[in-house]
């Protein structure tokens, strides 16, 4: 069974732009959690995504958003870029959305310069 | 708010020494921890849990301790080898909160 798949794997961006990433499940997983993980800040829990809808969300500002489609893929939007965006975007499936069970994807490395 | 830490940011051993990793947590509440290993380019990877009602779960190589009075855990790695080197990091799920992690090198 093909493993979580994030595209593209690295991005370089200007100040001011917008990106989005992509991010595709293990077949059959439901949910889908982001995740933005910086050197200083380790790990930060960003949204979930369960059946399209967005089940839980961390302290990140409104230029960060996502969506789920019908066929569990998400995409994760970040408009207005700023300096302190560079980070590793991880992307995680669950088939149920209990996070133990999660599966991380190798991440879209982000560079805002 | 809740935080996880954990307490060296670098961990140096000998091939076939043992390893332990330490985090600790600020919410007494936090029911659910799990360890992570990150190598270099991948994704996070799960290596084993353990829940608020246990003291200790034992894995392949691998043993977490829990110690609810002072909120501390541990990732004890036994029989390092080369293939171990990675950055751990210790979650606690139920508020979504991770640790920055410790890069845990083995030298042959």
């Known amino acids: 069974k093909a493993g979580v798949t994030q595209t593209p794997r690295y991005l370089i961006k200007t100040r001011g732009q917008q990106v989005t990433l992509s991010c595709s499940p293990i077949?059959?997983?439901?949910?889908v959690s982001w995740y933005q993980q910086t050197p200083g800040q380790g790990l930060q829990f960003l949204f979930e995504y369960f059946s399209e809808t967005q089940r839980n969300k961390g302290n990140f500002p409104g230029r960060f958003s996502g969506r789920q489609f019908s066929n569990s893929r998400s995409e994760m939007n970040v408009s207005t870029l700023e300096l302190g965006d560079s980070a590793l975007y991880l992307c995680?499936?669950?088939?149920?959305?209990?996070?133990?069970?999660?599966?991380f994807g190798p991440g879209t490395r982000l560079t805002v310069t | 708010g809740e935080s996880v830490g954990l307490h060296l940011p670098t961990l140096s051993v000998q091939e076939g020494d043992n390893s332990i990793i330490n985090c600790a947590y600020s919410?007494?509440?936090?029911?659910?921890f799990i360890w992570y290993k990150q190598e270099s380019g991948k994704g996070p990877q799960f290596i084993i849990d353990i829940r608020s009602n246990m003291d200790k779960r034992q894995g392949q190589r691998v043993t977490v301790l829990l110690n609810k009075t002072v909120k501390h855990l541990s990732l004890q790695i036994a029989a390092t080898q080369p293939g171990d080197s990675a950055v751990y990091f210790c979650?606690?799920?139920?508020?979504?909160?991770f640790g920055d992690g410790t890069t845990l090198t083995v030298k042959p």
């Open positions: 979650a606690e799920i139920c508020h979504s909160t």
């Open positions: 077949s059959g997983h439901r949910s």
């Open positions: 995680a499936s669950s088939p149920t959305g209990d996070s133990y069970e999660q599966y």
């Open positions: 919410n007494s509440a936090s029911d659910y």
